[in-house]
């Protein structure tokens, strides 16, 4: 069973940047797509940003694009968000998800990744 781990979480300042990272545990392979999931209070989760690491597909949503890059490094089964510009509103909880094959549509869809890992703790303060 894979497990993921994601770390880098922490405060900064508006404007500030931070990189993520989400460390998979077992096996992967060509169809695997990660993804980037957050989740403010009092908020639903949403998509951040996903990839196909032996693709090199990637998809964001529109809030964080030009901002955010998502990248992997398959020898080490890690994949990673570099966040810049933040903003307050991106403040929450941060988590990885694995799931079998994305496309431009459903990568966004929380309900179809079934591997999430704990989360790690954004906060952009102004």
């Known amino acids: 069973q894979v497990q993921l781990v994601e770390s880098g979480g922490g405060s900064v300042q508006a404007g500030g940047s931070l990189r993520l990272s989400c460390a998979a545990s077992?096996?992967?392979?060509?169809?695997?797509?990660m993804g980037w999931f957050r989740q403010g209070p009092g908020k639903e989760r949403e998509g951040v940003a996903a990839i196909l690491p032996y693709r090199g597909r990637t998809y964001f949503a529109d809030s964080v694009k030009g901002r955010f890059t998502i990248s992997q490094d398959i020898a080490k089964n890690t994949v990673y968000l570099q966040m810049s510009a933040l903003k307050p509103e991106d403040t929450a909880m941060y988590y990885c998800?694995?799931?079998?094959?994305?496309?431009?549509?459903?990568?966004?869809?929380?309900?179809?990744?079934?591997?999430w890992g704990q989360g790690t703790q954004v906060t952009v303060s102004s």
């Open positions: 077992g096996s992967t392979s060509s169809s695997t797509c």
């Open positions: 998800a694995q799931k079998i094959w994305c496309d431009s549509t459903d990568w966004v869809n929380p309900d179809e990744y079934n591997i």
